[in-house]
């Protein structure tokens, strides 16, 4: 699944590839606890992190503590690095035997995830673990121009939409005829289903929309 990261951390799982049999995760929406900052930095660190056997059982790192410094080893980068125990019983209580995570990275900024899943545990050789990482790479760089021309093209959109709905407007006998009414309308503007349109004491809709009672309450609460 291609898992999706907001600026405030939230996540949302934005496709997905499942094999028949298994649930499907596409849409659903995880508080930014799910995967939280420090593991989020981690992320941003390492391309791949991979947990081959959720039951594996852990290491001790001997000593605990580095001669001299008196400091914790520092294991930011080993690809060895044991995982928290809660997060090893995510994944149980999901079913999932093994998991690979690969980064995806925007203008040095964690964009999202790439999260395999599979329900047994699996080795992942270095060979097919350097190519993944190399997709990360590849993917990463293309986000940035990808995401810019889709909204380029999409402001090009508005700005006609808008241009349209101007000429419209000019040409109608009232400007909610214009609006409302023409051969494009608000619906387009705001790509929706529904539209409600209130001036002075006139309301009108256009497409799925409330009852005419409850925008008046809506209306209400808004003018409270």
């Known amino acids: 699944m291609v898992y999706r990261f907001d600026e405030g951390g939230y996540g949302t799982v934005i496709a997905e590839a499942v094999t028949a049999g298994h649930e499907a995760f596409l849409g659903l929406h995880y508080p930014a606890s799910d995967i939280p900052k420090q593991a989020r930095a981690l992320y941003l660190r390492n391309w791949l992190r991979l947990i081959p056997d959720i039951h594996y059982t852990p290491a001790d790192i001997v000593p605990t503590l580095t001669p001299g410094t008196g400091a914790p080893l ?33 203008d040095g900024e964690l964009w999202g995830l790439i999260a395999c899943h599979h329900y047994a545990a699996k080795f992942i050789p270095f060979e097919l673990r350097a190519a993944c990482e190399f997709l990360a790479q590849t993917v990463s760089l293309q986000l940035g121009a990808k995401e810019d021309g889709d909204f380029h093209g999409y402001e090009l959109q508005l700005k006609d939409i808008g241009a349209q709905l101007v000429q419209q407007m000019a040409q109608a006998e009232s400007w909610r005829v214009g609006l409302m009414h023409g051969p494009t309308t608000l619906l387009d503007l705001f790509d929706a289903g529904g539209v409600a349109l209130y ?22 609460w808004l003018a409270a």
């Open 199 to 220: 001036f002075g004491d006139t309301l009108e809709t256009l497409g799925n929309t409330p009852a005419e009672g409850d925008i008046h309450t809506l209306l209400d």
């Open 74 to 106: 520092d294991l930011s980068y080993a690809v060895l690095r044991s995982v928290s125990p809660i997060h090893v019983e995510y994944l149980s209580n999901m079913g999932v035997g093994a998991s690979m995570s690969i980064s995806l990275v925007r």
